[in-house]
């Protein structure tokens, strides 16, 4: 089972307190990037900023002038005030100024992380967008040899990744640059897109993490006010850290944080003005990306994929209420004729021989379409996906399919196509943020989230969503959620109707008689739906335990 949060962001939460994250980087006198937009973030963050100062710059909104450093032993001393007193539960790093400054924080996340887990976050500042040099070859070095073998995460920029890399990277595409630097040690990592011309009106970030890797796209904002996104990224990644949230779900709410800051740049000078991160982000649904799963990672071919991207296949009523998961055709029988008008049949092992497997699977769904068509509901299968195009002949009505994202990643970009072109509506699970993100971008019939309670069904390793994270699913998928997972009371259900979901799903709890317990739990629903709706919480809570 995976580790328990880091203890500090633990804490935090059980205490109502805000988790402290350090940011070890430049001032900036424009007010525009390092420790001034660091600090913005943090407070659209709601976390604490410690800003230590490892560099001073002189600088406008037009360029900048000098860039001074902060003598190691100053930068030592920050850094001892705080470990005793504020212990953080991430550092970020922006511009540091010298390779001895490096080996300052190198040293100080080895001696905090004898204490405790800490994630670092690098935002490797090599130079100012006006094109002002921040790093030399000794500096290079420092990131290459002491900070990349300790990084939680890194977020450079294309121009960052390939000076990080040096000769022979200049023509590598954005992909291989992630997987050499993850070679250099860093356990995930986004290239940003904002330094390169980004077609078709979409901003792609390239991540590549232990749990997801693939682009993350979202509508371009056309502004000329810039200044400081990159800093505003990598402390919004931190911040979420900070919080519990694995990389991949952290770089999610680090787009949205920086769309949002990018929208609200403000013009402060002569130049390209400040992003202006604030509160809010996290629970608009507009600023929720799309994580496409084309297996070309190649940026124009992604760029196609968005562009090609069909519209939902939906059925004719998007609010089933009960949706009962069964294994057997006696199964879709019964429950169909108690009333239930969604049912799930989900085969995993079947009893038979195996050479007598497809012609028995065949011939349970065959039975089980037939029954629901009889009873004007509608199947779903789950995973068998060509035996329900085979079952649909053309005629997919009260027909659908269910699928993990294991199994549509191992369909690759043809059986997808396939899939899509069969006419049959989709769901998908999903049970983390970067889920919902590349479920989202296939245009689902429903996305299910869960497992809402613990579960005993299935062994897996995420948290409970609860009734929060469900609610802020409902808000922020743009179709229909379906909760599945550990729903045993018809209490629960009333509940999870309340927290604004289209269908229940109920495995145990039908019991040996669906004649008598499917009323009850549509009646459960009845009352939920009934109910004025849940709040829907400002953030989701961490689904997936963070690892060191």
């Known amino acids: 089972m995976p580790a328990a949060l880091y203890p500090r962001a633990q804490a935090a939460i059980e205490n109502a307190a805000k988790p402290i994250v ?37 600088q406008s909104s037009v360029g900048v002038t000098r860039v001074d450093a902060v003598a190691p032993d100053l930068l030592d001393a920050q850094l001892t005030a705080l470990a005793a007193d504020m212990p953080p539960a991430a550092i970020k790093t922006g511009l540091l100024g010298s390779a001895d400054n490096v080996a300052v924080v190198a040293r100080w996340v080895d001696k905090l992380r004898e204490r405790g887990p800490v994630a670092l976050v690098i935002d490797p500042v090599l130079g100012a967008s006006t094109g002002a040099a921040f790093a030399g070859d000794a500096v290079l070095r420092a990131y290459r040899d002491l900070l990349l073998p300790r990084a939680t995460l890194i977020t450079p920029n294309q121009r960052e990744a390939r000076r990080l890399l040096g000769e022979g990277s200049s023509q590598a595409t954005v992909p291989a640059l992630a997987q050499a630097l993850r070679a250099l040690g860093a356990q995930a990592l986004a290239i940003t897109g904002g330094d390169s011309v980004q077609a078709d009106g979409w901003s792609l970030d390239w991540i590549d993490t232990p749990n997801a890797s693939g682009w993350l796209a979202l509508p371009r904002i056309d502004t000329p006010h ?56 996290s629970s608009d649904a507009t600023l929720m990306p799309l994580m496409p799963w084309g297996d070309d990672s190649d940026f124009d071919s992604c760029l196609r994929w968005l562009d ?65 068509r009889a ?35 191992a369909l690759g970009e043809s059986g997808r196509a396939e899939l899509r072109a069969s006419g049959l509506a989709l769901g998908i699970s999903s049970h983390s943020l970067w889920e919902l993100c590349r479920a989202r971008s296939l245009n689902p019939w429903y996305v299910a989230c869960g497992p809402v309670w613990p579960t005993l069904t299935k062994a897996m390793p995420w948290r409970p969503q609860g009734l929060d994270n469900l609610a802020w699913w409902v808000q922020m998928a743009g179709v229909p959620v379906v909760a599945i997972g550990g729903i045993l009371e018809p209490a629960q259900a009333s509940q999870a109707a309340q927290s604004g979901a289209s269908a229940v799903c109920v495995v145990r709890g039908l019991g040996d008689d669906p004649s008598r317990t499917v009323p009850v739990w549509q009646a459960a629903i009845a009352v939920g739906r009934a109910a004025p709706p849940l709040a829907v919480p400002a953030w989701p809570h961490p689904s997936l335990a963070m690892t060191t």
């Open 375 to 409: 009873a004007q509901a509608t199947l779903v299968v789950n995973d068998h996906w060509r035996l329900a195009t085979e079952l649909a002949a053309g005629n997919a009505k009260g027909l659908a399919v269910h699928l993990g994202q294991e199994d549509l990643l």
């Open 22 to 58: 350090w940011s070890i980087a430049g001032t900036d006198s424009g007010g525009g990037a390092g420790l001034s937009a660091d600090q913005r973030a943090a407070g659209a963050f709601g976390v604490h900023l410690c800003p230590v100062v490892a560099a001073v710059t002189a």
């Open 226 to 281: 810039t200044h400081g996104t990159g800093c505003t990224f990598a402390t919004s990644a931190a911040c979420a850290m900070a919080f519990g949230f694995v990389a991949a779900d952290a770089l999610v709410l680090a787009k949205m944080a920086t769309t949002h800051a990018l929208r609200h740049g403000h013009a402060a000078g002569q130049g390209a003005g400040p992003v202006a991160a604030r509160a809010g982000f």
């Open 308 to 372: 090609k991207r069909q519209s939902a296949i939906s059925l004719e009523d998007d609010e089933f209420g009960l949706y009962a998961i069964v294994d057997s055709a006696e199964r879709v029988q019964q429950v169909v004729q108690a009333g239930v008008k969604l049912v799930q049949l989900r085969i995993k092992t079947p009893d038979t021989p195996a050479a007598d497997w497809p012609a028995a699977l065949r011939h349970t769904h065959a039975q089980a379409l037939a029954a629901c």
